[in-house]
């Protein structure tokens, strides 16, 4: 019985690799469709198809690499954050772009950019998270208490305001006066 509740809570190793290979490849077409927008060479062949060629390329290489170090992760099962990882899989993946594209030497030189890139990467993503994620936390007690009395507090200089009570009376109050006058102008002119 203890043998079957262990299995049933035990994750699968390949738990969460969609998000590992969609994301970045989905956000890789993102920067890919940006950086031709901006380019030179825009006017040359036409912002749309340079764009569209760029997104395209950029995710596919994306895609590969990204499927590449899950293979590799799946295949040493090793945890999402071994840089390993992304070594082997940037040198798989080079080989493989670089061969269709520039024969055996291409696919040499192609195996060293995408495992140095990839690595540098992987790498900048690890130690940028915490540090994203301790913006996102409330760790003070005190700090989140006295969010949850305020609610979320707009800056002095918006033009959206959020009223007390006794401004929100009055600015009933100013309504309803408006209101009056501006009915007893249409009562007027179609009279």
């Known amino acids: 019985m203890a043998a079957n509740s262990e299995t049933t809570n035990h994750k ?81 993946s080079g080989a493989l772009l670089g061969r269709i594209q520039g024969g055996p030497l291409g696919a040499v030189r192609y195996s060293v950019i995408f495992a140095a890139v990839g690595t540098t990467l992987d790498y900048a993503t690890l130690y940028l998270k915490p540090l994203l994620r301790h913006y996102g936390d409330y760790s003070s007690a005190e700090d989140s208490e006295n969010r949850s009395k305020q609610g979320w507090k707009l800056p002095a200089w918006s033009p959206i305001q959020i009223l007390d009570e006794e401004a929100l009376a009055a600015k009933r109050a100013r309504e309803q006066q408006l209101l009056a006058e501006s009915v007893g102008k249409l009562g007027k002119e179609e009279s």
């Not at 927008?37 to 950029?58: D, E, P, V």
């Not at 090793?78 to 840089?83: A, E, G, Q």
């Open 12 to 92: 699968p190793p390949s738990d969460g690799w969609k998000e590992r290979i969609y994301v970045p490849t989905l956000l890789a077409g993102v920067v890919g469709g940006g950086i031709g927008l901006i380019s030179k060479r825009r006017m040359q062949f036409g912002t749309a198809n340079l764009s569209a060629a760029y997104a395209s390329n950029f995710a596919i290489v994306t895609g590969c690499y990204c499927s590449a170090r899950e293979l590799v992760r799946e295949t040493r099962a090793s945890s999402p954050d071994d840089l390993m990882n992304s070594v082997l899989g940037g040198v798989l």
